[in-house]
């Protein structure tokens, strides 16, 4: 892997009808790295991210992994590579416990006593020590996302890429949820998708800006706070201003 790069697009893109919903992506993602994927409403975001983890196939261009063209692989598949993914979708086996629902993803990785620790571990890293037994669909919405994040930090993939991990969170949940996403960093490289600015500027690392399915920026938050193509892409479209 030349200049420690993990994950890399090139040229990716993908059409539905005439839509150019993504289009000539170049992306890099280095070992390590917490990569913020912002935009306004229907700027690629979503769609990018699913190129990723195998949900749509590319029209254009290619991904590589680890060095490798991923092809065009199912997402099961891409999981097994070790590319963990937590959709805007909920994965949780409702009827199971928090407790067992951890475990089968540790189990993805790890197996006997090892998994077990790791399991308890990631318990007191989402802070859900006390609902270890708890069956998941008794829990509230915050504690439903933690719980799929903490399957992230217990199966530890290479690259971790989560969908919107703070959505229809409370403030104080959200600072909770950018703790485990750092924990999460320790150990994988990490893209985040989201759409709620005040979270990508709590995060405070690189962000990458979409806009009509093409980047058209990106650096720290204060850099593309102040990029006048950011702005005009958000205020074009009478969203919330950049702060
Ligand atoms: N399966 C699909 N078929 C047709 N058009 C699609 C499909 N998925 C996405 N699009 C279109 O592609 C464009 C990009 O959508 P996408 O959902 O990736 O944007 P986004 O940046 O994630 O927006 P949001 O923040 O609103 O979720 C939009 O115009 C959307 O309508």
Same mark, same amino acid.
């Given at each position: 892997?030349?200049?420690?790069?993990?994950?890399?697009?090139?040229?990716?893109?993908?059409? &539905?009808? #005439? =839509?150019? +919903? %993504?289009?000539? !992506? *170049?992306?890099? /993602?280095?070992g390590g790295e917490l990569r913020c994927l912002i935009g306004p409403n229907g700027a690629g975001k979503t769609t990018f991210f699913r190129l990723l983890s195998g949900q749509h196939t590319p029209t254009r261009g290619e991904i590589i992994y680890k060095g490798k063209p991923l092809g065009?692989?199912?997402?099961?598949?891409?999981?097994?590579?070790?590319?963990?993914?937590?959709?805007?979708?909920?994965?949780?086996?409702?009827?199971?416990?928090?407790?067992?629902?951890?475990?089968?993803?540790?189990?993805?990785? &790890?197996? #006997? =006593?090892? +998994? %077990?620790?790791? !399991? *308890?571990?990631? /318990?007191?890293?989402?802070?859900?020590?006390?609902?270890?037994?708890?069956?998941?669909?008794?829990?509230?919405?915050?504690?439903?996302?933690?719980?799929?994040?903490?399957?992230?930090?217990?199966?530890?993939?290479?690259?971790?890429?989560?969908?919107?991990?703070?959505?229809?969170?409370?403030?104080?949940?959200?600072?909770?949820?950018?703790?485990?996403?750092?924990?999460?960093?320790?150990?994988?490289?990490?893209?985040?998708?989201?759409?709620?600015?005040?979270?990508?500027?709590?995060?405070?690392?690189?962000?990458?800006?979409?806009?009509?399915?093409?980047?058209?920026?990106?650096?720290?938050?204060?850099?593309?706070?102040?990029?006048?193509?950011?702005?005009?892409?958000?205020?074009?479209?009478?969203?919330?201003?950049?702060?």
């Amino acid at each position: 892997m030349s200049d420690n790069i993990i994950l890399q697009t090139k040229g990716l893109g993908i059409s &539905f009808g #005439g =839509l150019h +919903a %993504v289009r000539d !992506v *170049d992306f890099v /993602l280095r070992g390590g790295e917490l990569r913020c994927l912002i935009g306004p409403n229907g700027a690629g975001k979503t769609t990018f991210f699913r190129l990723l983890s195998g949900q749509h196939t590319p029209t254009r261009g290619e991904i590589i992994y680890k060095g490798k063209p991923l092809g065009n692989l199912q997402p099961y598949q891409i999981a097994r590579l070790g590319i963990g993914v937590k959709t805007q979708v909920p994965s949780l086996f409702e009827g199971l416990s928090v407790f067992e629902n951890l475990e089968l993803a540790a189990n993805q990785t &790890f197996s #006997g =006593l090892e +998994a %077990v620790s790791i !399991v *308890d571990e990631t /318990l007191e890293r989402i802070s859900l020590q006390d609902q270890r037994h708890t069956i998941c669909q008794e829990l509230a919405h915050g504690q439903r996302q933690w719980v799929e994040l903490g399957q992230i930090l217990a199966s530890k993939p290479d690259v971790a890429l989560l969908d919107e991990p703070a959505a229809g969170m409370t403030h104080d949940e959200s600072l909770k949820t950018i703790e485990i996403i750092k924990e999460i960093t320790a150990k994988s490289s990490v893209v985040v998708v989201e759409h709620d600015m005040d979270f990508i500027k709590l995060i405070g690392e690189r962000v990458t800006v979409f806009d009509r399915g093409e980047v058209i920026a990106d650096g720290t938050f204060k850099e593309i706070a102040s990029n006048p193509q950011v702005r005009e892409a958000y205020l074009g479209r009478k969203e919330a201003a950049v702060a």
